[in-house]
């Protein structure tokens, strides 16, 4: 079935440093991928999308590629910031047979001053 | 401002007792979804609906109910059946046929003792 696989965490990192977060998917279909953030107490953001393969979706200095040859989608960040400890999820979206939306687990990054 | 309201922000219980969690959007948007999380853990489906009067079970859907009645609004009841109802519940809404993202509401933190 389908399904998305993120990097366990948590991931700490200090201000300036460099992100990334591993996503994988397994899909019938052509889905839509998504990375949300939630930050403590909140509800989740879209925090950027790809629709089709080859697609980069980025925001506020994040980045993501949907790579169909390699079923990823992983969230980059050249340099981080304290106010991006959150939490990130990976998800696709699909609609064959019928509209579904798969999460990934979630990824908590902590970033240190 | 168009978006998603639930309330209230945090619900305290006694066991046994029936909860409704309020979800209003007012983005027009068709569909509508009720997850739970649970600390440290993803979104697990729990209600959807895809049109006014009616909707479906997702994953975990014992011990809820739901009704859809009007565009705007998606009640969720955590009924004495649900076994361990202390969680955070998040409401989401999704547009167009074309459209895969789903928006957020800001969660409501149910603790039953």
């Known amino acids: 079935g389908d399904s998305v696989t993120q990097m366990e965490g948590p991931v700490t990192l200090s201000e300036e440093a460099f992100l990334t977060i591993n996503c994988t998917y397994t899909?019938?279909?052509?889905?839509?991928l998504f990375w949300y953030v939630q930050y403590p107490g909140e509800g989740l953001q879209l925090l950027l999308k790809a629709t089709k393969a080859d697609d980069k979706g980025s925001n506020k200095g994040f980045e993501a590629t949907y790579r169909k040859e390699t079923t990823s989608f992983h969230l980059e960040k050249g340099s981080v910031q304290v106010s991006d400890s959150a939490v990130y999820f990976c998800a696709l979206s699909v609609n064959t047979g019928g509209f579904k939306t798969i999460f990934g687990a979630g990824t908590r990054l902590f970033v240190k001053a | 401002d168009g978006g998603i309201t639930q309330s209230p922000k945090y619900l305290f219980r006694k066991e046994g007792q029936n909860v409704t969690l309020s979800c209003e959007q007012n983005?027009?948007?068709?569909?509508m979804y009720w997850y739970r999380q649970d600390p440290g853990q993803g979104l697990r489906l729990i209600y959807y609906s895809q049109i006014v009067n009616d909707f479906q079970k997702g994953d975990i859907a014992e011990g809820y109910s739901v009704s859809r009645e009007k565009k705007e609004s998606f009640p969720l009841t955590v009924t004495s059946a649900q076994k361990n109802p202390t969680a955070f519940y998040l409401c989401?809404?999704?547009?167009?046929?074309?459209?895969?993202?789903?928006?957020f509401g800001p969660g409501t933190r149910l603790t039953v003792t």
């Open positions: 989401a809404s999704r547009g167009t046929v074309s459209s895969y993202e789903q928006y």
């Open positions: 983005l027009n948007h068709d569909a």
């Open positions: 899909a019938t279909g052509y889905p839509s």
